[in-house]
């Protein structure tokens, strides 16, 4: 009896550790999704900053760069999640 109850114990941990990993990986690739997306935005007002010369523009290149950071922070793993997006 007491090697099913510590059994059972056991399996439920791996049961919540497997379901904490998947959501966690669920959430970094959220992130990383939004993140491409805003890069892709980056790269096209960069492309028209270059073309106009618009000093607006440069304060929207910005924006972008602080909610791609805000991404990578809430990721878990600013390091990588920063050199996934910008070496992509």
Known sequence: MLIFDTMKKISLIVLGLG???TSCQS???ERMNKALQLKK????VHIH???SKNPNLITQLS????EI????TVSGNEQLFLKE???N
């Open 19 to 21: 379901i904490l990993v």
């Open 27 to 29: 959430e970094y690739g």
């Open 41 to 44: 935005e980056y790269q096209k």
């Open 49 to 51: 900053l270059q073309n």
């Open 63 to 66: 924006e972008i760069k602080k």
């Open 69 to 72: 950071r805000f991404h990578a």
């Open 85 to 87: 997006i910008w070496n």
